[in-house]
């Protein structure tokens, strides 16, 4: 079992940056693959990115320059920088666990673990 832990967000005007953090515990943190995923309201969930346990990442093209996915093995807790924020991101941002990449895509299906989710909210 795991337990995933998110913290970070809020609201923020257009521009600006906030970082997200997924504290974890349960299962050695150093083997897991950690993602990011966001759903907006009225939408399907749809992959954010992801970092490997060997630190590789992925992102998704939306967020692509203006994130930043990272990890701190010794604090157990994955990041997600977000800068230039725009108010297309607003959505509760769920950190999930432990995944597995097909191809370079990322997969809510391949995550067992999932937080309770935090809401940013991005206003013009």
């Known amino acids: 079992q795991v337990q995933l832990v998110e913290s970070g967000g809020g609201l923020v005007q257009a521009g600006g940056s906030l970082r997200l953090s997924c504290a974890a515990s349960?299962?050695?943190?150093?083997?897991?693959?950690m993602g990011w995923f966001r759903r907006a309201q009225g939408n399907e969930r749809e992959f954010v990115a992801a970092?490997?346990?060997?630190?590789?990442?992925n992102y998704a093209d939306s967020v692509k320059g203006r994130f930043t996915i990272s990890r701190d093995n010794a604090k157990n807790t994955v990041y997600l920088q977000m800068n230039s924020l725009k108010p297309e991101d607003t959505a509760v941002y769920y950190c999930?666990?432990?995944?597995?990449?097909?191809?370079?895509?990322?997969?809510?299906?391949?995550?067992?673990?999932w937080g309770q989710g935090t809401q940013v909210t991005v206003s013009s």
């Open positions: 349960g299962r050695t943190f150093t083997t897991m693959n």
């Open positions: 970092i490997t346990w060997s630190g590789s990442t």
């Open positions: 999930a666990a432990p995944g597995a990449r097909t191809g370079s895509s990322w997969y809510p299906s391949s995550f067992t673990f």
